[in-house]
C-alpha cells in the first residue's frame, strides 16, 4: 500500500482551484477530497527513485474554507491519525478580500524537540503554533519564501551522520550535499518538522531559491563559477540541486494553466521515469540559463507579485555583468508594467536586497569597479578575492541592473494609474529592517519601500550585526562615499535612508493589503518558559494613510 513520504504541501490557490504537492512511497494515483465537495486527483511521477504528484483541485467556492483529506490509490493518508493540529483547510479568497502576505527567508531545519536549538525558536514553528491554537483566527494567505529554504552546504549533525554512513565524507564534498538522494533529506528534515509540515498544508506558499539552496555564494562571478566546474564534484551538485528545486518548489509555483502548458512537466509525468529527461533540462540550465525561467508572477487579487530569480539568471561575463539576463530582465518589465490600473500593489521578490545599508552597497559597486578592472589587474585580482570573502554579490555588485530596477520601480509607481506601494521584499542578509528611496526629481506616485525580514530560523554573528548598524550609520555612509570615488563609481540614481530597524532574531513580516492600504508588521520568535515559542511584534505600522 502506498504511504505519504511527505506533505502534502498547499501550494497554488485562486478562487476556484488549488494544486497540492506530495510525495509517495511508491507509484499510485493521490486524490485531495474537499469536504465541499471539490475534488482532484493526478498520478504520481517518479525522478530518481522517488514518487512525485501535483494534485489540482477544481471546483472551489469563491470567499469559503474547506477542509480536506489526501488519499493514495483510495486510502486516506492525511490528516494523520492522531494528529494534534486542527483539519489542515483550503481557503479559496472571494473577491476584494483582504490579502495577508508573510514573508522571510533563510531556514536551517529545527532540530527534534528533545534537543536544544542553538540558535532559538524557528519563526516558521511559531507561526504553526499561533495558527493552530485559534484555527479561526489571523493566518497568512500566503507565504512567500523567499530562499535558502534548505541549505546543501551546512547540514545538520543528523544529516552529517546519515551521510558518513551512506558514502563517507573523505571525497569532495565532504559532508556537503553531493546528489539528488541527499537533496531529498535536506527537504525531508525541514518539511517533516511536525509544525512545519502541518503549516504548509494550510497555508499557501510562493518559493524561489537563493545560494544556498546550491552552495554559498552561487554564481558570485565568471571566475568562482569557473573553479566550480574545474571541481570533479560540482556538475552533479548543481544538476541535483536544480532538479530537486523544479520537484520540491518550482513546480508548485506554478498556475494549474501553467502546469498544463508546461512541456518539461508533460514528458516527466509521460515516461516512466522521468529522471533522464529532468537531468537533461537541469543541465541545459546550468550551460545556458537564460533558456530556463525560474522568475513567475502570482496576483492576489488586486495585488501582484513577482518573485525573481537573482541566482540562476545572471549574466557573470565581467564587462557584461547583470542581475538578470536580457529575457528575464525584459519579462520582469512586461509583469510589472502589464494591465496599468489594474493592481493596487505591486510586490517584487527578490531574495538580494535592492536597497543595502549605504556603505555595502557603495563598497559592493567600488568591488565591481575594481574587478571589471578600472583600477588595473592587479586591484582586479585583490576585487575577485574580496568579492567572494565578504559576499558583494547584491543588486549593488550589478550596477546596471540596479539602475534598471529603480528606473522600472519609479515607472511602474508613477502616472494615474499608479499603485498605491511598489515594496520590494527581500531575505538573504539575516536581520530586518525598511529602507524608503527619495528620488533626486519627480518622486514616484507610489509610496516605493525595501522591506528586508531574514532569517526565519538562522544565525547571525555579532561582528556582522555591529558592521550593518555601522552601514547605516551617517560615518558609515562618508566611508561609502570614499570607496565609490576610489572606484570611480557613479552617484547612485536614488539616495535612500533607513525608516525602521535594523532588527536582529528569528523573525517575520506580514503585509496586510487592504483596497489601497497598506500595513505592515515584523514578528519575532522568543521562548516561552516552561517549553515552546510564540511569536512577539517588534513593529507595527502603516505604509499609507
Known amino acids: 500500500m502506498a504511504e505519504l513520504r511527505l506533505g502534502p504541501l498547499l501550494r497554488y490557490v485562486d478562487g476556484s482551484s488549488a494544486t497540492f504537492w506530495v510525495e509517495a512511497s511508491r507509484p499510485c494515483t493521490a486524490e485531495v477530497r474537499c469536504a465541499d465537495g471539490a475534488r482532484g486527483e493526478a498520478r504520481t511521477f517518479q525522478v530518481a527513485g522517488h514518487h512525485y504528484a501535483l494534485v489540482p483541485v477544481t471546483g472551489l467556492t469563491p470567499g469559503t474554507v474547506s477542509s480536506y483529506e489526501v488519499l493514495l490509490d483510495g486510502n486516506p493518508v492525511w490528516p494523520l491519525p492522531d494528529s494534534p493540529f486542527p483539519p489542515s483547510v483550503v481557503r479559496a479568497p472571494g473577491e476584494d478580500a483582504t490579502v495577508r502576505v508573510t514573508f522571510g527567508s533563510c531556514r536551517w531545519a529545527a532540530p527534534p524537540a528533545d534537543e536544544k536549538d542553538p540558535v532559538g525558536p524557528d519563526a516558521l514553528d511559531s507561526l504553526a503554533a499561533r495558527i493552530a491554537s485559534d484555527p479561526d483566527g489571523e493566518r497568512p494567505d500566503v507565504l512567500l519564501l523567499l530562499g535558502d529554504q534548505v541549505y546543501a552546504d551546512e547540514v545538520s549533525k543528523a544529516t552529517r551522520q546519515w551521510i558518513a554512513a551512506r558514502r563517507g565524507l573523505a571525497d569532495p564534498p565532504g559532508h556537503q550535499v553531493a546528489d539528488y538522494e541527499e537533496y531529498t533529506r535536506l527537504y525531508y528534515e525541514s518539511w517533516l518538522d511536525p509544525e512545519i509540515r502541518w503549516l504548509l498544508s494550510t497555508v499557501p506558499s510562493c518559493m524561489i531559491f537563493d545560494d544556498h539552496d546550491v552552495i554559498d555564494d552561487w554564481n558570485t562571478s565568471a571566475a568562482w563559477l569557473a573553479d566550480m566546474r574545474a571541481t570533479p564534484w560540482w556538475r552533479e551538485r548543481v544538476l541535483s540541486g536544480l532538479m530537486s528545486y523544479w520537484v520540491h518548489q518550482h513546480l508548485g509555483n506554478l498556475s494549474p494553466r501553467e502546469l498544463s502548458d508546461d512541456l518539461l512537466y508533460a514528458a516527466v509525468r509521460e515516461t516512466p521515469d522521468g529522471t533522464d529527461v529532468l537531468r537533461a533540462f537541469a543541465a541545459q540550465a546550468d550551460t545556458d540559463p537564460a533558456s530556463v525561467r525560474w522568475s513567475y508572477r ?162 547571525i554573528p555579532l561582528s556582522i550585526r555591529l558592521g550593518f548598524r555601522f552601514g547605516w550609520s551617517g560615518l558609515g555612509r562618508v566611508l561609502g562615499h570614499r570607496f565609490a570615488r576610489h572606484g570611480g563609481c557613479a552617484h547612485p540614481p536614488v539616495d535612500w535612508r533607513k525608516t525602521g530597524g535594523p532588527w536582529f532574531g528569528n523573525q517575520l513580516m506580514t503585509l496586510t493589503l487592504r483596497g489601497r492600504s497598506a500595513s505592515l508588521r515584523l514578528e519575532q520568535a522568543r521562548a516561552v518558559r516552561g517549553g515552546g515559542s510564540r511569536l512577539r511584534t517588534a513593529e507595527e505600522s502603516a505604509l499609507t494613510p
Open 298 to 459: 502570482r496576483d492576489f487579487g488586486r495585488t501582484r507579485v513577482l518573485m525573481l530569480d537573482t541566482r540562476g539568471a545572471r549574466v557573470l561575463e565581467e564587462q557584461n555583468r547583470a542581475m538578470l539576463d536580457p529575457g528575464e530582465a525584459e519579462w520582469l518589465r512586461e509583469q510589472a508594467l502589464d494591465a496599468p490600473g489594474s493592481y493596487d500593489h505591486l510586490l517584487i521578490g527578490t531574495s538580494l536586497p535592492w536597497l543595502l545599508p549605504p556603505l555595502v552597497h557603495h563598497a559592493e559597486a567600488w568591488n565591481a569597479a575594481l574587478c571589471r578592472g578600472e583600477r588595473g589587474a592587479r586591484w582586479a585580482r585583490f576585487g575577485e578575492d574580496l568579492r567572494r570573502r565578504a559576499d558583494l554579490e547584491h543588486w549593488a555588485a550589478f550596477p546596471e541592473s540596479f539602475e534598471a530596477l529603480t528606473a522600472l520601480i519609479a515607472e511602474a509607481g508613477s502616472g494615474a494609474d499608479a499603485p498605491a506601494t511598489v515594496c520590494v521584499l527581500s531575505g538573504d542578509v539575516h536581520h530586518a529592517y525598511v529602507a524608503e528611496p527619495s528620488w533626486p526629481g519627480a518622486a514616484p506616485d507610489a509610496r516605493v519601500l525595501q522591506l528586508t525580514c531574514s532569517p526565519v530560523h538562522n544565525a
